[in-house]
């Protein structure tokens, strides 16, 4: 099947910057789109950012100019470059990945979340 494990996260001060990495693995065909969530304590789970196989991306308004998602399709990881961090960026990030395995079934996946706490 498919595995994807994240990297990355930890406690930073305001202003700060953190790379988070998600790496798929597994019978792997194609990776669709992939995405970057969050989820802070007592919200709900929202979508950060995304990025297409062909590398078009779009970002939640709240951090725009602040974080930049990419992937590198080699080695099937995708990154989230997080500059500027608030203190209500503070949440589990979780990525999630579109994939097309060999048997030719097609199913979203998702990392067990890393902690990203932003505090002084």
């Known amino acids: 099947q498919v595995q994807l494990v994240e990297s990355g996260g930890g406690l930073v001060q305001p202003g700060g910057s953190l790379r988070l990495s998600c790496a798929a693995s597994?019978?792997?065909?194609?990776?669709?789109?992939m995405d970057w969530y969050r989820q802070a304590p007592g919200k709900q789970r929202e979508l950060v950012a995304s990025?297409?196989?062909?590398?078009?991306?779009t970002y939640t308004d709240s951090v725009k100019g602040r974080f930049t998602i990419s992937r590198d399709n080699v080695k099937n990881t995708v990154y989230l470059q997080m500059n500027s961090l608030k203190p209500e960026d503070t949440a589990v990030y979780y990525c999630?990945?579109?994939?097309?395995?060999?048997?030719?079934?097609?199913?979203?996946?998702w990392g067990q979340g890393t902690q990203v706490t932003v505090s002084s």
């Open positions: 990025i297409t196989s062909g590398g078009c991306t």
């Open positions: 999630n990945a579109d994939i097309t395995i060999r048997d030719g079934s097609r199913n979203d996946y």
């Open positions: 597994g019978s792997i065909f194609r990776i669709n789109a």
